[in-house]
């Protein structure tokens, strides 16, 4: 069996790697995919507390599920503005999107 700190372990550098992709990259698709990471590294301790703690219930599954259906809605979401600013800008860089400022 695999002690749970390696679990963690896991999960802690996902969830770096997703942070230094999202404060790094001036690219507005490679900083949802460094979101995208943070979000998988949260699944991954959800479900390692859920099999070391509580496996008899379903608590830890169902908010892994949540978290599945909450980044779905953020790429959906992400994306469709990244396509909007692209047709209206040309350009997806981060530092380029100042729609806010006029």
Do not use: T
């Amino acid at each position: 069996m695999i002690p749970l700190s390696w679990y963690l372990i896991f999960a802690a550098a996902l969830f770096s790697i997703g942070l230094f992709g999202v404060l790094s990259r001036k690219n507005a698709v490679a900083i949802l995919m460094g979101v995208e990471l943070m979000l998988n590294a949260v699944n991954v301790n959800l479900l390692a507390f859920w099999r070391y703690l509580a496996p008899e219930n379903m608590a830890g599954q169902v908010f892994a599920v949540i978290v599945f259906a909450v980044a779905a809605s953020e790429v959906a979401v992400g994306l469709a503005l990244v396509i909007s600013v692209y047709r209206r800008r040309q350009s997806v860089q981060a530092d380029e999107i100042n729609l806010l400022k006029y």
